[in-house]
Structure formats: C-alpha cells, structure tokens
C-alpha cells in the first residue's frame, strides 16, 4: 500500500489513460458523425493503464542505486518493500495485459509493439552504461513510449469502429496528446544552480538553467505548431484554436518570467496545470459538441 500511494499512484495513471482514450473516441465520434456513445473505448484505456503501470514499476529497478543515494525514504530504498515484490507485481502486469489484449484483439500487433518498446525502456534498450549517465540521451529513447501507446489506442478505435484515418490525422493527435508531457518532464528537471544535489543528472545539470529552459519551451513552441496542423485537419474543432494558443503562450511567458526571475525551485507544479488544462478544455468541448450534434 506504501508503494501505491507514494509512487506507483494506480489512481492518477488510470484517470488519464480513460481522459486520454476519451478524448480520441470523441474526435473519431465527431470526425465520423457517429451518433451511438459505446464503452468499448475502456478497452484500450485499461490496456494503456497496465502498461503505464509496467513503465513506472519497471523505472524502480533502473532508478534503485540513485533513490538510495538521493531519495532514501522512498519504499524501496528505506526497506519497506523490496525489489523482488515487484518482481512479482510485474510479471502480474504483464500476464494479464497479454492475455487482456489476446481477448480483445482488435488492436493486437499494435498493443504488441507499445508492450515490447516497453518492456525494453525498462531494461534500458540493453545499453544501461549508455542511457543511464545521460538524461539527454534518456529522454530521446524513453520519449517515443507516449506514440507506441496512443497509436496503439488510435487503431484499436478505429478498428473497433470499422473506419479509417490518414497518416497526418494520427500523427497530430497523438503529438496533441504527448507534446505537453516532453515540456512537463523538462520543466520538471529543471533546478536553480543552487537547488542542484551534486551528483544527481537533470537537464539543468546538462544544459545549464537558461538552457534547459529554451529546451522546455522549444517542446512549446512544437506544441502549437502541432496544434494549427491538427486543428486544420479536424475543422469541428477550429475553435480551440484561441483558447489553445492563449494557453500555450501564457507557459511561454511563464518560462520566460522563470528564467529572468525565478521565484520557484522549478515549474512542475505550472507545469501539471499547464498540461492538464492542454486536454481538459478539449474534452469539454468535445463533449459540448457531441451532446449538441
């Protein structure tokens, strides 16, 4: 129970692969003027929800010389539970996502694919020595696991529902979906000089505190070029257009305030709101226009 509540938070994870899977379900239901609302979308969103369960058990293996070091109150390191638990909690994990997607295969080689990239960030790609002293190189290997997941989610729908997307129309709306999280995880490792634990690698540590800064709000500013594609090839949702950009302006500024004059240790806590409000006010709008059609 110690580890569900201060690291593993089943709760959170499995909010946001429903709101995740909503939010596409209700995009093919408006792109498709489909009229008859189906709880088939839950399959994929559960299917998601193990995997990113999978992700954050399996990160306490890779992370375990570094939370004795810097985080030994953490459950593993302070001894009130032990790796070999989740052992046994991942291959629980994985048995069951298996055996639920072979049950409900519309998606199966989809699903395959998003389990094996995961099961591999967990052994870091077999190059630890490499992956493991470099955040930068980190998150350009561990990042593409939003796109194996959601891609998955996007063809299971699709396929579930009998109808089809180009290529651009997938590819903008899972970057919709992850963007916000590349600028949450920068922001997130981003430290005052002064707040850094000598020893212990951020993105700060790498590329300086004004540097890992630009490196957050590059992620924003892809994020609203993203945005203009997609809602181009969605018009029934050309007016988030205002809304998105006032939002995705006001990180800017905030990132901008941040690095001239910070007042916080980072922004993570913005960021969180930052990356909530980035779907949350879709999702409304796209439930307003679904009741309404």
């Known amino acids: 129970m110690c580890y569900c509540k201060e690291q593993l938070e089943p709760v959170s994870r499995l909010f946001l692969s429903v709101v995740v899977t909503l939010f596409i379900y209700l995009v093919l239901m408006l792109d498709f003027k489909l009229t008859n609302f189906q709880w088939n979308f839950l399959i994929p969103a559960f299917s998601t929800f193990l995997l990113l369960l999978y992700y954050r058990v399996s990160d306490e293996f890779k992370d375990f010389k570094t939370d004795q070091q810097f985080f030994p109150d953490r459950p593993i390191p302070s001894g009130r539970l032990f790796l070999a638990d989740l052992k046994v909690m991942l291959m629980g994990l994985s048995s069951f996502s298996l055996l639920f997607n072979f049950y409900f295969p519309s998606a199966l080689k989809e699903f395959l694919l998003a389990f094996?990239?995961?099961?591999?960030?967990?052994?870091?790609?077999?190059?630890?020595?490499?992956?493991?002293?470099?955040?930068?190189?980190?998150?350009?290997?561990?990042?593409?696991?939003?796109?194996?997941?959601?891609?998955?989610?996007?063809?299971?729908?699709?396929?579930?529902?009998?109808?089809?997307?180009?290529?651009?129309?997938?590819?903008?709306?899972?970057?919709?979906?992850?963007?916000?999280?590349?600028?949450?995880?920068?922001?997130?490792?981003?430290?005052?000089?002064?707040?850094?634990?000598?020893?212990?690698?951020?993105?700060?540590?790498?590329?300086?505190?004004?540097?890992?800064?630009?490196?957050?709000?590059?992620?924003?500013?892809?994020?609203?070029?993203?945005?203009?594609?997609?809602?181009?090839?969605?018009?029934?949702?050309?007016?988030?257009?205002?809304?998105?950009?006032?939002?995705?302006?006001?990180?800017?500024?905030?990132?901008?305030?941040?690095?001239?004059?910070?007042?916080?240790?980072n922004l993570k806590p913005i960021a969180e709101v930052y990356m909530a409000l980035h779907l949350l006010i879709p999702i409304g709008f796209l439930i307003y226009k679904v009741v309404v059609q």
């Not at 018009?235 to 939002?247: A, R």
Request: aromatic share 16%.
């Open 116 to 265: 094996v990239f995961t099961v591999l960030m967990g052994k870091w790609f077999f190059m630890e020595k490499i992956i493991s002293k470099n955040r930068l190189i980190a998150f350009i290997t561990h990042a593409p696991v939003g796109f194996f997941l959601y891609w998955y989610t996007e063809i299971y729908l699709l396929n579930d529902l009998g109808v089809s997307w180009d290529l651009a129309e997938k590819c903008t709306l899972i970057a919709f979906i992850v963007l916000p999280g590349f600028t949450w995880e920068i922001l997130r490792k981003t430290y005052l000089p002064q707040d850094e634990m000598p020893g212990y690698q951020i993105y700060s540590t790498m590329l300086g505190f004004k540097g890992s800064l630009a490196f957050g709000a590059l992620w924003v500013v892809l994020t609203i070029l993203n945005n203009f594609l997609m809602l181009g090839l969605f018009e029934f949702m050309d007016l988030l257009c205002t809304p998105l950009l006032l939002l995705n302006t006001a990180l800017l500024v905030v990132i901008l305030m941040h690095g001239l004059r910070p007042r916080l240790k």
